[in-house]
């Protein structure tokens, strides 16, 4: 038997899990009720990556050993990794019955509670991890964390405080704590805070870009851009670092051509976005390039006035229509209108009203007229009716005026 378990060890240490498998497996057809073996075998197949092997195993390991809390422990937590929650937590709860004070068992408690939203509930737990470890800064951030998304920002506050203090040379405390602090415009103890992490970090990628971000919102362009240059440089050129650079160098001034170059990209990187729109029609109209800059900026009032809202005006209008509220009705057309001038059929339709529920023929022939004026498109039933309308307002109005 010591023979077999010095080859299976063997072909463990070796890395031939498969073989350590087998032989393991063809011990367990003489003694299957051997805890270790199954354990073992758990052990190996979630090295080979196939989980529900090793949850077979482990659980009847657990089922066959009940008194073994340490083989509760991992059969939960595999299951914890293939988000079998439920059953993980209740092997947890079993785990804490008889042992109150297991720091793995709490800890997942509290991760399960995290996942769940349920974060008052997630405190308790971390508040007990925390007086078992009082000097980790690990569970006073979680603590913060669960108090954040319960927007207690005091209590958050007061538990990133308590994890930066614990450990100020801790780089993920001063991450999230500066984090926070920006987050909730505390920007001048955010910046201290970062300054602090860059004296102890100084080419952390994620602090300069705290800090450029910092700097952009207090408008201190000038000092922003070269750490943004960096940071777009080594670890980050997406479209929100590209925009944030790109703006600065506008809003800093002497550097036109960079400011058009960058915000460039950030156009193509995310097409839809109009502040980079803005921003670079206005880079262009600092370069005297009016007419590209008038196209940005025009491009970028049609992101930013969806659509659809032209759409809810008229129907809007066409509800008031039905309730006998034709004077709302213009107002949301012309509202339509303004948001979207190129749709000239709405000069059509206010005219309409106008004329049929109004019995203001001056104003309708006014939209009728605007309309032959300024329609481009290739409807000519479209004209035609125009045209016939227009013909037959003036011949009325004509009337009207001979019978005055």
């Known amino acids: 038997m010591n023979a077999q378990i010095d080859s299976v ?10 073989r350590a498998i087998q032989l393991l497996e063809n011990q367990m ?22 989980p529900n092997k090793a949850i077979e195993y482990y659980q009847k390991a657990t089922s066959i050993c009940k008194d073994r809390i340490d083989l509760q422990g991992r059969y939960a937590d595999i299951l914890f990794e ?6 993980a937590d209740s092997i947890y709860d079993v785990i804490l019955e008889r042992s109150p004070t297991n720091f793995n068992a709490i800890n997942k408690k509290a991760k399960l509670l995290v996942k769940a939203g349920l974060y008052n ?29 319960l927007d207690s920002i ?27 602090l920006h987050k909730n415009a505390w920007v001048d103890s955010a910046l201290l805070i970062v300054n602090k992490g860059l004296s102890l970090y100084p080419i952390n990628y994620d602090l300069k870009k705290k800090k450029a971000n910092i700097l952009f919102m207090q408008e201190k362009y000038h000092e922003a851009i070269p750490l943004f240059e960096e940071v777009v440089t080594h670890t980050d050129s997406s479209f929100t670092m590209m925009r944030q650079l790109g703006i600065s160098y506008h809003m800093a001034g002497g550097y036109r051509s960079e400011s058009i170059e960058v915000l ?17 029609g206005l880079s262009y109209r600092q370069m ?33 229509l039905l309730m006998s509220n034709p004077s709302k009705t213009i107002e949301d057309y012309k509202t339509a209108l303004w948001y979207s001038p190129d749709r000239k059929q709405i000069l059509v339709e206010i005219g309409l009203v106008y004329e049929k529920e109004m019995n203001d023929l001056k104003s309708a022939l006014i939209y009728y007229e605007r309309f032959k004026r300024e329609y481009n498109g290739a409807d000519e039933q479209l004209v035609t009716y125009i045209n016939d309308k227009i013909r037959k307002v003036k011949e009325e109005l004509h009337f009207q005026t001979g019978k005055e």
């Open 154 to 180: 005091r209590n958050a506050y007061q538990w990133y405080r308590k994890a930066y203090d614990c450990d100020t040379t801790d780089l993920k405390s001063i991450i999230t704590y500066s984090n926070f």
């Open 288 to 320: 005297g390039q009016t007419d590209r800059a008038l196209e940005q900026i025009n491009h970028a009032i049609d992101l930013l006035i969806p659509k659809q809202v032209v759409l809810y005006y008229v129907e809007r209008g066409n509800t008031h």
């Open 82 to 87: 293939e988000d079998k929650y439920n059953k």
């Open 264 to 280: 460039t990209r950030a156009t193509k990187l995310e097409p839809e976005d109009y502040i980079s729109a803005f921003y670079l």
């Open 9 to 18: 060890n063997y072909y463990k240490a070796s890395g031939n899990y498969y």
């Open 29 to 50: 057809k003489n003694n299957p009720e051997n805890c270790m073996n199954m354990s073992a075998l758990a052990e190996l197949y979630q090295a080979v990556y196939k």
């Open 121 to 149: 509930e997630a405190i308790r737990y971390y508040l007990v991890l925390d007086s078992l470890s009082p000097s980790a800064s690990y569970f006073k951030r979680a603590v913060a964390s669960c108090y954040q998304k």
